[in-house]
């Protein structure tokens, strides 16, 4: 899950690494339209975690058909989600880009990519699905797999539509949304066939799948598919209002000009990839606490929680370090810009105060999701967000010397309320109880 996880990020990171040689204004817009992408994804993510602790649950029960009927379920709601997206890609992506208060440049790039993301949801919907319903069932080799194969592709196409190398248009910030259009829908077409034919990857040799999906004698249940969306909306909340709240970080950075808007983008994407295994060994631990609660074992359940926090922060302590000591290097992979360099890894070295907490945070909140208690993670979540992380963003370049240091002080600050808060909850043991 951890590979499959940074995978996924990759390709964002892969566009702004290429993105980066368009210059600023570039960056700035591909930055500001992935706040709207991650919106859409953690809308997604939410609504899958319905369905992952439900099979997940299902498994652990032995109950094997009933899984795959909720799978199936699965497949109306990505559809449904998917038309919303496309729909909004084509009429709104510019007046959303416009909310930021950007320059003009800035938003004629960020719209255009955001444009053609929205409008080829329909890869990002299924692809999720599909990796969903496997690492639910216990398979998360078959995912990885996928993940590697529509990466590489993405990385090798990459730079082609955005510089118009060989026989290829030069689409610039277009041919980098493309690209991860047409690698995830490769991702796709791979995710399905395994589904449906029962097969997954084992070190790269083929056997049976726990879960072999089938259309047959499909039936839409839509009381199946009010569960899933009971369980998941509180969590498509959290991903949604985590998401809306960048759109405000942004907002207060705006302020301090383009390097700023570009120094915290980039600074963005590092982030993504330095959290993804954390919520990776999160999912994995919620997968886990998800069948040992369906198989009545809930001690298990919880030892397996604590195990991943473990992993997670001496993965971050690991990543700390690196960033400490090679923060220039990291921002300079992205941008050459003197400026740019020297503002992003003082927002790097900053960071570093939340990711020291990230195991907590990340795992605790995952594994409750995987009991599918998904009511108090979005509660906390909430309070993380708008009681501390978006007041201290405002308040501390406006009233302390931090300056445009102090919105970025209030992301970690967040980071560590939540990080307490999550791991207070799962200590009470509440989510031992819940039914789905």
Not at 342 to 362: E, P
Request: hydrophobic share 60%; aromatic share 10%.
């Amino acid at each position: 899950m951890a590979v499959s996880n940074v995978l996924m990020m990759l390709g964002p990171t892969i566009d702004m690494i290429w993105v980066g040689r368009l210059g600023a204004s570039s960056i700035a817009g591909v930055g500001v339209a992935g706040i709207a992408v991650q919106l859409v994804m953690g809308a997604m993510m939410g609504l899958m975690m319905g369905m992952r602790a439900m099979i997940a649950r299902f498994i652990g029960a032995g109950d094997v058909d009933t899984a795959n009927h909720v799978a199936r379920q699965a497949f109306v709601i990505s559809a449904v989600f998917a038309g919303i997206m496309a729909i909004v890609g084509s009429f709104f992506s510019r007046p959303i880009l416009d909310l930021f208060g950007l320059e003009p440049d800035v938003v004629s790039e960020g719209a255009a990519y955001l444009r053609i993301l929205f409008i080829g949801a329909a890869a990002m919907s299924f692809r999720m699905m599909a990796e969903g319903i496997m690492q639910a069932s216990g398979d998360t080799i078959t995912p990885m797999g996928i993940s590697v194969v529509y990466r590489l592709f993405h990385v090798a196409l990459c730079p082609f539509l955005i510089f118009g190398w060989w026989i290829f248009p030069s689409l610039g910030v277009s041919g980098a949304a493309l690209t991860n259009v047409i690698s995830q829908s490769l991702g796709v077409l791979i995710g399905m066939w395994f589904l449906f034919t029962g097969r997954s990857l084992v070190f790269l040799g083929f056997s049976p799948s726990r879960m072999r999906l089938s259309m047959k004698n499909f039936r839409l249940d839509l009381d199946i598919i009010w569960r899933i969306i009971k369980i998941g909306f509180p969590a498509l909340v959290s991903g949604i209002q985590r998401t809306l709240s960048q759109f405000f970080i942004m907002l207060f950075m705006a302020p301090f000009g383009t390097v700023a808007v570009a120094a915290h983008s980039i600074n963005q994407r590092i982030e993504m990839i330095l959290i993804m295994p954390g919520f990776a060994f999160g999912m994995g631990s919620g997968v886990l606490v998800g069948q040992n609660l369906g198989a009545g074992q809930p001690d298990r359940a919880e030892r397996s929680a604590w195990l991943a926090v473990g992993l997670v922060e001496a993965l971050m302590a690991i990543g700390a370090v690196v960033i400490l000591v090679w923060a220039e290097g990291i921002i300079h992979i992205f941008n050459a810009e003197p400026e740019l360099i020297s503002l992003g890894a003082i927002f790097l070295r900053i960071a570093v105060a939340g990711y020291i907490v990230l195991g907590f945070m990340s795992v605790m909140m995952q594994a409750l999701n995987g009991a599918g208690d998904t009511v108090p993670t979005m509660i906390v979540s909430m309070v993380m967000m708008w009681a501390v992380t978006i007041p201290l963003a405002y308040f501390l370049p406006k009233y302390t010397d931090l300056n445009v240091y102090g919105v970025r002080w209030g992301m970690a600050a967040g980071m560590i309320v939540g990080a307490i808060a999550y791991t207070v909850y799962f200590r009470a043991g509440r989510w031992k109880r819940k039914k789905v």
